[in-house]
């Protein structure tokens, strides 16, 4: 029977499932929109995973994104990551010599400068969005347009336009007066991805010294025309993994294969957790003048996890 | 005896020890408002203008809470601690600020400290005993008293604001939390960093851990001279602590929208580029949700642990 480690990065944007085998091969991968759903869509893949591979020996698992706590104490993982760790940790897998990461995901965006195999520094985007995917979400939506035919129709591009890119509201407006004034559609397009690369580099990576090689991953790398500004701009080649779209989730696989063979034995609860019913129910603490929000998750009518308390009075 | 109101915010944060020996002298009781919560929050944003930085806001939001339950209120405007050397402009505005932005105050004490152009610390209290109908006398020997032990202001951080059980633990990561007093010690604005980095047994420092004369001699490294005093503290602090090897990493906190904050990370950061010392910047603003703010302290930390794991491992980060 096949033993694997499941890696599960639930992100602001997307849900994403991986199965990895002992060699670190990706055996399996599901990419689902979170919708701000993240409990059901979780339950949805692990369901999938189930149909797929029922009889398989899950050995391991691992939860990154920035609903890693929520997806641990559902599924019982070994390893909760940041996805930093899981995003350099996998591009190593990759490629070992990786000396940069440039990762753009749903909401927010990170450089990880990695040398000899160790992370060195890193950085995330502050409290700006325009740098990120749900900035070019909300053009393409304005742009009445698939995000998904985005990249090719920049590359359709002969003159982009240029627009600003150091606020999402800015660019907004740039980008309307832009076509007001009548430009080519692909031509905006592509001002918008040059727009995005442009914040990234002055916001994000500013005073990174960016080497190569270079691995671009995260949602937003299926975007040919980002790739093409990227290089443009930085001058050198840009390589995109086969599963950029994954990478915290096989990170996360990776790093709970680690701990389990560290550990002995996993917390994974099994995979017919999808069966089990899973309520939220929110509670404003009338306690202190804080009025903390906190979240009381229940399986099957049992209470499995409290948190968002600042006193600790609520946690479990 | 008349009570006299202490916003907890802003320059609460470096004085506390030595305002609240001057006014129990001259026969004053302190109130200091209470711990910042999303009450406090909350009426600061709706009571201050808003373009200003959130620790601006919050104070607001203390005056608005201390107005109805004290006689006075303690808001000296505080130009310049040093000759040559300003404070932020925000600091220098907010009595004015909170004068016309909030309604119903009680009286406030809004005395000008100038070091720049008066002689010290101690006129300065004696125009906030003139407030009080309290004879120059008085004033310079309460404001003597006050300041007679300058390492009770240390003692009463390490009581005060530090996280309840915070050891300094040899042989651990030990992480400088940088920035303006008000960022690093208001646990409300900074989501609770001090209590997550001691959960995580690392130990940590502070600017003001570090006598002035260090402040002085380690921030006249840089090219050109600081004039902020807040300024010339944090760049001071961290070459001290990056040049003589105490850390393993800085966290930077600042304030969204903080002017001086713009300049001083870059300058530290830079700092720590050509020393090879990790550095993080954590921008804070209203937000309370907090993923973004733990996922970047557990990448740093891990980050830290990945490079000691690897002991031979000799940095050509350039």
């Known amino acids: ?64 994104g920035s609903g890693r706590y929520l997806a641990s104490v559902l599924i019982g993982a070994d390893v909760i990551k940041n996805e930093i760790t899981c995003h350099a940790v996998a591009a190593l897998d990759h490629n070992p010599d990786t000396r940069t990461v440039i990762e753009i995901g749903g909401q927010d965006s990170k450089i990880i400068i990695i040398n000899d195999g160790i992370v060195v520094d890193f950085a995330m985007n502050t409290v700006c969005a325009a740098g990120t995917g749900s900035f070019l979400d909300r053009q393409a939506l304005r742009l009445g347009m698939e995000i998904s035919d985005f990249g090719t129709i920049a590359l359709n591009s002969s003159n982009p336009v240029r627009i600003a890119g150091r606020c999402a509201v800015f660019a907004e ?41 270079i691995l671009f991953q995260g949602g937003v790398a299926a975007n040919k025309g980002i790739r093409e500004a990227f290089e443009i701009e930085l001058k050198e080649e840009v390589y995109i993994p086969t599963n950029f779209d994954v990478m915290g989730a096989i990170g996360a696989a990776i790093l709970s294969k680690d701990e389990v063979k560290e550990k002995g034995h996993t917390k994974f609860k099994g995979i017919d957790m999808c069966r089990k ?23 099957d009518g049992n209470i499995l996890a409290r948190y968002g308390d600042k006193c600790g009075k609520w946690s479990l | ?84 050397e300003y404070c932020c402009p925000k600091i220098l505005g907010l009595p004015e600020m909170i004068k016309n932005s909030i309604e119903d105050l009680p009286e406030i004490i809004d005395t000008i400290f100038d070091l720049d152009k008066r002689s010290g610390l101690e006129s300065g209290y004696r125009d906030v005993g003139k407030y009080l109908n309290v004879s120059n006398k008085e004033s310079s020997k309460a404001y003597k008293k006050a300041y007679s032990q300058k390492e009770k202001y240390n003692d009463w951080i390490r009581a005060e604001l530090l996280p309840m059980n915070y050891k300094f633990r040899p042989n651990n990561i030990n992480i ?143």
């Open chain 1, 1 to 64: 029977m096949d033993n694997f480690y499941m890696g599960i990065d639930v992100g602001s944007v997307s849900t994403n499932l991986v199965l990895i085998d002992e060699e670190n091969n990706l055996v399996y991968k599901r990419y689902l929109r979170t919708q701000g759903r993240p409990l059901d869509i979780l339950k949805e893949g692990i369901k999938e995973v189930k149909d797929k591979f029922g009889d398989a020996h899950i050995l391991g698992v691992g939860t990154t």
């Open chain 1, 173 to 213: 407006s740039d980008m309307i007066h832009k076509q007001q004034l009548g430009h080519n559609q692909e031509d905006i397009v592509r001002g918008l991805c040059d727009a995005l690369v442009r914040n990234y580099l002055s916001n994000i990576a500013k005073g990174k010294y960016v080497k190569s090689p």
């Open chain 1, 277 to 299: 019913d899973y309520k939220v129910n929110p509670i404003d603490c009338n306690g202190c003048s804080n009025i903390c929000e906190i979240l009381e998750i229940k399986e």
């Open chain 2, 1 to 84: 005896m008349k009570k006299i109101g202490v916003p907890r915010g802003m320059l609460y944060y470096e004085n506390f020890p030595f305002w609240k020996d001057y006014f129990n002298e001259i026969g004053y009781e302190i109130v200091v408002s209470k711990k910042t919560n999303k009450d406090i929050l909350d009426n600061g944003i709706l009571n201050s203008v808003d373009e200003a930085c959130l620790p601006v806001k919050i104070i607001h939001g203390h005056v608005d809470y201390l107005k109805d339950k004290v006689d006075y209120i303690f808001v000296p405007r505080v130009v310049s601690l040093y000759k040559r």
């Open chain 2, 176 to 318: 400088l939390v940088l920035g303006h007093s008000y960022n690093v010690f208001d646990d409300y604005i900074n989501m609770g960093i001090l209590d997550k980095l001691s959960k995580r047994n690392i130990n940590i420092y502070t600017a003001e851990d570090l006598s002035s004369e260090h402040i002085r001699k380690f921030s006249s490294y840089t090219k050109k001279r600081l004039f902020w005093t807040h300024g010339r503290r944090i760049v001071g602090a961290a070459n001290y602590y990056i040049m003589n090897k105490e850390i393993d990493g800085i966290i930077f906190l600042s304030s969204f929208g903080c002017g001086l904050d713009s300049v001083l990370t870059h300058m530290v950061s830079r700092q720590s580029t050509i020393y090879e010392v990790p550095f993080m910047n954590l921008t804070l603003d209203e937000q309370t949700g907090e993923a973004g703010i733990n996922t970047r302290l557990e990448a740093f930390l891990d980050m830290m642990k990945w490079r000691d794991k690897d002991k031979s491992y000799i940095s050509t980060f350039r």
